[in-house]
């Protein structure tokens, strides 16, 4: 039981799973990116060569910052995400549920968000102080259509909240985006996924063009590799979790494993492609945007998901 | 340090330090950037701060003024960290060797690992000093 356990979390569909196959996403991100704008792009182990360069680096503390925050925010943020996908992953992968719900799993990811925060205000710059601000409102703006969107998947298995049940319902009643309340609420959740992972056009926390690079300006050598492994990670984390709740997960056998590969390399392009050929919004507009239009839209799935649509 | 030092030749992050230039070498070396020339096809990646940076770039006259900004600058980058110099600027001060507000000599200020010759350089001449840099990285 414990053995599994660890298991679990740090070998399979864990830590090393995930950090592997981010660093891949993030080499496809990276690539496809090129190729929309015409280059070449990285070589194919570009971010594993980048992730043991900054573990060597050398760590700078700031002096007028508050130094336990600033080294304790990567780290609580990696154990977060590599939580978070094991949750999910043993859910897709053997069917057991690891003792958490997709409340936890909601909860954990609004924690990811605090904790980026956190580790942006602790160095007293003024630039990542501007980032954390800005994460914060992006966490206001994203949060609620989040929420109603994970509803959806709830109210159709029959109001159950333990990802293997939603599973289970998708296997036997087919999968939620076919129907009409499915369809809209995958919509909705892409693209407030979209905005929980800072990918454009929502980087506005980071937006490299004005505050430099957020709130991890100030980080160095191995805290920022965390970061950068949290990033990664998260391209593996959040298309998991749309396809769970919205595509039926991973048929285990013969073509469905192909099939589930699938799944996830169009949910990946897909954002990759919204992040490519869209610009950085204003933070006004953002919210604007996920409060007046994907918010009531969320709302008419949770409804329709209500009538059983 | 032969496996790190591999790692590091493959994923060198260019940090920008305009020391009063005249913008000729700074969109010479965006120039690496775009599809002509794509210097991502080697890891390496322009960053905007300092603290993520492995290789500054220094181009322009160091003069009076910035000679204490480039320095500071150079002490916030975390360590290994390479300085090239871009430019006859740096490299020779061109023809603001005579002026008034020139700082003492270079290697006072910041340890210049590489300098690239030409005002400005062409793009292939900056990509030979990094193969260069990388070179000697390998070993």
Redesign the interface.
Known sequence: MIVQAVFDVFIFPGVLFTAVLGLMAGWLD?KVS?RF???????LF?NF??F??LL?????LVKSGVSWLFVAAPLAGFAVISLVATVVGTALFSGRSAGADLIVVMYLLMLYSVLVVLGGSSPGNVFSSLGAGREVKLLLADELPFILVCLVPIIRSGYQIKLTAILAHQSEHGLLVGSVSGALAFVVGLLAVQAKMALPPFHIPEA?TEL??GP??????PL?AFWKLNQFMMLVVFPFLLILLFWGGFPPAGLGVLWGVLKYLLILVLMIIIKNTNPRVRTDTAIAFFWKYLSPLALAAVVLAVLGV | MGWYNKRLAKSLWVFHVSASPCNNCDIEILDLLTPRYDVERFGIKLVGSVRHADVLLVTGIINDKVAPRVRRLYEQAPKPVFVVGIGACPTSRCCFKESYNISPLRETIIPVNLYVEGCPPKPEAMIDAIVKLVGVLNG
């Open positions: 990276r090129a704008q015409y280059r070449v792009g990285p070589p570009q060569n980048d043991f360069k060597g680096k050398e760590t700078i490299e430099v690079a991890f300006m100030e980080y160095s050598g920022l």
